[in-house]
Nanobody
Framework: QVQLVESGGGLVQAGESLRLSCVAP????????MGWYRQAPGKQRDLVAS???????AYGNSVKGRFTISRDNAKNTVYLQMNSLRAEDAAVYYC????????WGQGTQVTVSS
């Protein structure tokens, strides 16, 4: 089954930045609103940022002003620029359409040391 492929995670210190990437399969990507989700150990998977097919963005309160979601439809890719990272941002990050149209990928681990 074709999956989403996330990358770009890693170990950073608090205050540093990371840029996540997610490649989606198929020709429908450009028509779909996409989201970045995260799941910390023992917690539910939450939507932290979304972007419509037209480029309108929305963010959770905890990341607003620090994270930026963007997309490149020619590359079937959605990005998440994460600045001023905090310990509480540590999680596995996943992307998917906001209607969860694809099977979940493996995610990419973000670890923030304080």
């Amino acid at each position: 089954q074709v999956q989403l492929v996330e990358s770009g995670g890693g170990l950073v210190q608090a205050g540093e930045s990371l840029r996540l990437s997610c490649v989606a399969p198929g020709v429908l990507f450009r028509f779909k609103a996409m989201g970045w989700y995260r799941q910390a150990p023992g917690k539910q998977r939450d939507l932290v940022a979304s972007i419509t097919s037209g480029g309108t963005t929305a963010y959770g309160n905890s990341v607003k002003g620090r994270f930026t979601i963007s997309r490149d439809n020619a590359k079937n890719t959605v990005y998440l620029q994460m600045n001023s990272l905090r310990a509480e941002d540590a999680a596995v990050y996943y992307c998917n359409s906001v209607d969860i149209g694809w099977a979940w990928g493996q995610g990419t681990q973000v670890t923030v040391s304080s």
